[in-house]
């Protein structure tokens, strides 16, 4: 059985708070971004509204993950380990898999700033190929979402560059946090770190509430224009 999940066990109720408040966060985000482009009509609010909304629903899945499925290990750990995708275990996790990474896909189809539906689809069925055919999910996990925060990154540091707009800093550093709170998830996967679990939560605490500050002032601006 290979591990995907791993925690100290005593932050367990902390992490399913923790998961249920990302879960509020990613689906604000989504209700403001759509709020947003209803104020400006920009196909980029649309976009980053639909992955928010895959991400709530990730974190939703991990929210039950965490409450059913978490099994406890030598050393103080629960860990969530998966085999065949037969069980109902294996299909909230494939569930959580398949919606994360569509999530950031998405933001990562909005960046490439192209209209093709036949690019983005094949981004989507290229990265559950790779995933679902490896033998090291856990780890191609973290290195796909890394990948693709860093891509996001980059890109919202290019923006700022151009427009030195502080809401594109909020959204820059927002997606910088949420790209160190991955690196030290697969840290932890690998090392079983408590204190290193804790601060990618508290990180990505910071980069959802930089993202949500954003796009309240996004909204707060189209509003006084009108």
């Known amino acids: 059985m ?4 791993i925690m100290p066990s005593w932050f367990l109720s902390a992490n399913i708070l923790f998961e249920f408040l990302f ?16 104020l400006t009509n920009q196909r980029e609010s649309k976009i980053f509204g639909w992955s928010f909304l895959f991400l709530a629903i990730s974190h939703f899945a991990l929210i039950i993950i965490n409450s059913l499925f978490l099994s406890i290990t030598q050393g103080g750990f629960r860990t969530l380990e998966f085999g065949d995708l037969m069980g109902i275990k294996n299909f909230m996790v494939a569930s959580y898999v398949f919606f994360f990474i569509l999530g950031l896909i998405t933001i990562t189809y909005m960046s490439l700033k192209i209209k093709s539906k036949k690019t983005y689809f094949l981004l989507i069925f290229l990265s559950i190929i790779i995933l679902f055919c490896s033998m090291t999910l856990s780890l191609l996990i973290y290195s796909l979402a890394s990948l693709l925060l860093l891509f996001i990154t980059m890109y919202y540091f290019s923006e700022f560059i151009r427009t030195r707009n502080k809401n594109t800093l909020f959204v820059l550093i927002g997606f910088f946090m949420l790209l ?3 690196l030290l998830l697969s840290i932890v ?21 930089l993202i949500i500050l954003s796009l309240i002032n996004v909204l707060n601006y189209g509003k006084k224009k009108k």
């Open 189 to 209: 996967t690998r090392y079983s770190l408590p204190s290193v679990y804790v601060l990618a939560y508290l990180t990505e605490v910071v980069g959802y509430t």
């Open 2 to 5: 290979e591990m995907l999940h």
């Open 23 to 38: 879960f509020i966060f990613a689906a604000a985000i989504s209700y403001y971004a759509f709020s947003a482009y209803k």
């Open 180 to 182: 160190v709170t991955n």
